[in-house]
Every structure is written in C-alpha cells, then in structure tokens.
T-cell receptor, first 109, second 112 residues
Framework: GQSLEQPSEVTAVEGAIVQINCTYQ??????LSWYQQHDGGAPTFLSY????GLEETGRFSSFLSRSDSYGYLLLQELQMKDSASYFC??????????FGGGTRVLVKP | GAGVSQSPSNKVTEKGKDVELRCDPI?????LYWYRQRLGQGLEFLIY????????KSGLPSDRFSAERTGESVSTLTIQRTQQEDSAVYLC??????????FGPGTRLTVT
C-alpha cells in the first residue's frame, strides 16, 4: 500500500523557522511533492524532489532521503501569510499523486 | 483559459439525487485528476486520466461514482444517488509535467 505521515499541526511565531516532516511507505516511488493550501483555496505547488538532497526556492526548501523514506519542508522567515495547510504527496507509477493528511501551520505575531 | 476551472462552485442537493461536476483543465494538459477533500482532511484520490490511456479508477469509493473525459479536454464527475457522506469539496487538477499539478478552485458539494 501507499501512505504518507505528517504532523497534524504546527504553531510558530513570525520570523521563525518551521520544519514539516513527511514519512512515506510505498511500493513504488518516483518523487515527493509539497503543496500549500490556504483555507477555502486550492492547493498550489511548492516543490518536487525526485533525488536525495535539498531543493531551495526562496524562503521554502524541501529535502528528500529515499533510503529513509523521509522528506521535509522547511519554511524560513515565517510570515503571517504562510498560515496554511501543507501537504506532502508522492508520485507513484503512472504519474498518480497520493497525498498525506496535511499539516496545519499557524503563524502568530 | 489561464487556469483550471470547475463548475459549479457550490452545489446543494438532496440525498438520493444525481449530481454532475465539471472540470475544464488547462489547454494542452494531458493529465487530469479528481480528488475529494472532506473538511479539515487531506486530499483523497478518486480518478486519473492520462491522454488516451485507460483511466486509473482505483480511488473511486463506490460504483455510484463515475467520471468521463473527452480527449484531452473537459471532464465530468458524476455521483449517483448521493449520500450525506459524499459532502466534500471535489478538486480537479491538470498537469503537463511530472512535477507540477494545477488545481482548480473546487466544487463544494453539500448533500442534505
């Protein structure tokens, strides 16, 4: 089967750094993606890791370790607008995406 | 269009009625997905279309759910004999690459 585990909620203050971990179990693995979703909005793509290592895109970075079946999303210099849910998702054969349950990030002033 | 569009944005229906939800993907995107999201929950995969290949229907929860796609354009998700547990936001996404999926705004379905 295929499953992804991530924490349900994280709270931090503006300017802080938050790391959202994602562990997965899958019978076939082709990459780990991260999506952001604000309340009432559509998920939007943040990053994709197919190989081990760190991908940096502005204040957000994503890391993957295939040997550990583990990845994380790092949010730096937190801003109020970063309050949202963040989903990891893995791509299996055929381009199908399976999503984790999401981590709700609450940024406080 | 500029992005994925879905209609209607909101749908309230009575238990037992059939509903049709529509998705217009980004032009040229060969892959199209339907997901269901219950309040406060993650995205639950329903069905995936890729070009002219047979769709991956492995996520459809029951035979009351079906979906069609005409070529590489519009897709319709049909739910027959709706039940209250079908209440959710139904999200459509399209893609032309391995990495990035573009989601529509969703259809919020409420079954009374």
């Amino acid at each position: 089967g295929q499953s992804l585990e991530q924490p349900s909620e994280v709270t931090a203050v503006e300017g802080a750094i938050v790391q959202i971990n994602c562990t997965y179990q899958t019978s076939g693995f082709y990459g780990l993606s991260w999506y952001q979703q604000h309340d009432g909005g559509a998920p939007t793509f943040l990053s994709y890791n197919a190989l081990d290592g760190l991908e940096e895109t502005g204040r957000f970075s994503s890391f993957l370790s295939r040997s550990d079946s583990y990845g994380y999303l790092l949010l730096q210099e937190l801003q109020m607008k970063d309050s949202a849910s963040y989903f990891c998702a893995h791509k299996a054969a055929g381009n199908k995406l399976t999503f984790g349950g999401g981590t709700r990030v609450l940024v406080k002033p | 269009g500029a992005g994925v569009s879905q209609s209607p944005s909101n749908k309230v229906t009575e238990k037992g009625k059939d509903v049709e939800l529509r998705c217009d993907p980004i032009s040229g995107h060969t892959a199209l997905y339907w997901y269901r999201q219950r309040l406060g929950q993650g995205l639950e995969f329903l069905i995936y279309f890729q070009g002219n290949s047979a769709p991956d229907k492995s996520g459809l929860p029951s035979d009351r759910f079906s979906a069609e796609r005409t070529g590489e354009s519009v897709s319709t998700l049909t739910i027959q004999r709706t039940q209250q547990e079908d209440s959710a936001v139904y999200l459509c996404a399209s893609s032309s690459s391995v990495e990035e999926k573009y989601f529509g705004p969703g259809t919020r379905l409420t079954v009374t």
